[in-house]
């Protein structure tokens, strides 16, 4: 259910209803709030015979519990907060206050308690949230829009607001650095996904790193123009609806990625890419001009040209079947575990083991491992790897990634294709078929090694641009943590076979 959408009729739970102000009833369902209020409401007219009735006025509404922020008792005042829709795509504070005489207080206390419990379910309340602020991210809108959309919402939730502008490039690597663990719950970043990016790596570089990741959960305002992170994690672009979903949302494990380039190490929470896409995002500085479209623009120019992208490629795959996939996909979104001891169980161990963890498989400096595969690349097209699975508004890339199975999803399709297939690929992509198309090559892998043969071109580490050079990636499970609303599964429609 949608942050604006309250459910219809919902079964009411075991003293559910309460009567205020003599005539306002609140009932709670399993996923709304019933309003019913006659305080206000008219006798039907009788009209002119006595038969035709006239209009009654709305005495009814329904609040989804996920849009409710607090209920309280204040002196002698029952005071509901919650979002209300307003506007097609965003949600604003509003306030139900009732009168309660002191003798009605001993059944509207548990009854506020009972709904707080069921707004918030195993979401943390009342988070302590260090909130950074791109004042150049996307459209240089960042401040106006964490004003404007998401404080009155934190505010209404009674959570704790430390906001910081950041004021140069790095800037969230240093002050996820020096972060105190123990005062925040929650990185808030109003950006695109460049400040995740650092955020994930500030924590990384600390002594311990490993630790710092496992607590610190990090989780995005859409500022930016792809807000990647805020698709997967909360399925909108919307900041007021974002506003309300990190309110209540759930810790989330999330698997992140080491990449080596020379002696550097760097981690990726959200993707790497060489080739079209990566060509297409940072080699079109040239037409900056046309905004969004300038990215499709610069994608449909090098697929009519055919551009070939030559590298070569190793990768430790662990699934290639797409039917495989897909079931695994499948299972892992209907495990019964509990997420919850799960996560304090990951927490526990990074504390008794702080550090990042080793890599595994070496750098890209050492000698490739003998077991993984080698994919030709002579005529590679596009390589795209993603740990999540919406790259930017309709564009599921990756529609079997899942937070924290462990796995990369890899996705090759070569530069020889012909145009009308890779013009079919565009569409797919936006209609859900692309994963099932048989030019798109998918595995799931936890490492690879890729080396361009040109001189010159673009590798992009999660947005960001990286030296071009040999670079190799390898997963860490659920080393990182961010809020999403399910606690287990990206926002994205599954992979469809
Ligand atoms: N005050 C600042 N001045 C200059 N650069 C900054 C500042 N604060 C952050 N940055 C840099 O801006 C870069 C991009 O950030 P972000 O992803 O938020 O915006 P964006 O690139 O416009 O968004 P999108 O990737 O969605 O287009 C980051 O690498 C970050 O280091």
Not at 430 to 445: E, Q, S
Request: aromatic share 8%; proline share 5%.
């Amino acid at each position: 259910m949608s942050a604006t959408s309250p459910a219809p009729d919902q079964p009411l739970l075991r003293d559910a209803a309460v009567i205020v102000d003599t005539s306002v009833s609140l009932t709670l369902g399993t996923d709304s709030l019933l309003v019913v209020d006659e305080r206000f409401a008219r006798k039907p007219d009788r009209g002119c015979c006595g038969l035709c009735k006239s209009k009654e006025p709305e005495t009814k509404h329904a609040i989804a519990l996920l849009n409710v922020l607090d209920a309280e008792l204040r002196s002698s005042t029952l005071v509901i907060t919650y979002a209300r829709p307003a506007g097609k795509n965003e949600v604003s504070v509003a306030t139900l206050a009732y009168p309660v005489s002191q003798k009605e207080s001993s059944t509207i206390e548990p009854w506020v308690r009972k709904l707080v419990e069921r707004a918030y379910g195993s979401a943390q309340r009342r988070k302590r949230l260090k909130v950074l602020v791109n004042p150049f991210g996307g459209t240089g809108t960042a401040s106006y829009l964490y004003e404007t959309y998401a404080a009155p919402i934190f505010a209404a939730a009674k959570c704790e607001m430390d906001v910081q502008a950041t004021t140069h490039r790095g800037h969230a690597i240093e002050i996820a650095e020096q972060l105190d663990l123990d005062a925040y719950d929650a990185v808030i970043c109003c950006s695109g996904d460049g400040l995740p990016y650092e955020v994930f790596n500030g924590l990384g570089k600390r002594a311990n790193g490993r630790e710092a990741l496992a607590r610190m959960a990090v989780a995005m305002l859409p500022c930016g123009s792809g807000n990647g992170m805020t698709w997967n994690c909360f399925g909108t672009d919307s900041v007021s609806i974002t506003a309300v979903e990190i309110v209540k949302g759930l810790r989330t494990p999330l698997d992140l990625v080491s990449i080596t380039q020379k002696d550097s190490r760097t981690l990726s929470f959200l993707s790497q890419s060489f080739g079209i896409v990566a060509d297409s995002d940072l080699g079109t500085d040239n037409i900056r001009w046309m905004g969004a479209q300038r990215f499709t623009f610069g994608f449909l120019i090098r697929l009519l040209q055919r551009t070939i992208y030559p590298c070569d490629l190793a990768i430790k795959v662990d699934m290639k079947d797409k039917m495989a996939i897909k079931e695994h996909y499948i299972s892992f979104k209907n495990r019964s575990d509990d997420p919850a001891s799960a996560d304090s169980d990951r927490t526990e161990a990074a504390k008794q083991s702080p550090g990042l963890p080793e890599l595994k498989y070496g750098t890209v400096m050492d000698k490739l491992p003998e077991d993984w595969e080698i994919i030709p690349g002579e005529t590679m097209g596009n390589f795209y790897a993603g740990n999540m699975a919406i790259m930017s508004k309709d564009t599921n890339f990756f529609p079997a990634a899942l937070p924290n199975d462990g796995y990369l999803d890899v996705v090759t399709i070569d530069g020889m294709v012909s145009r009308a297939s890779s013009l079919k690929m565009m569409n797919e992509l936006a209609t859900g078929g692309f994963f099932c198309m048989p030019d798109v090559n998918v595995r799931k892998a936890t490492a690879f090694r890729l080396v361009p043969h040109e001189k010159e071109g673009y590798i992009s580490i999660d947005g960001e641009q990286v030296p071009f050079e040999a670079f190799q990636a390898e997963v860490h499970h659920g080393l990182g943590t961010m809020l999403s609303k399910s606690g287990r599964v990206y926002e994205a429609e599954g992979p469809r076979v």
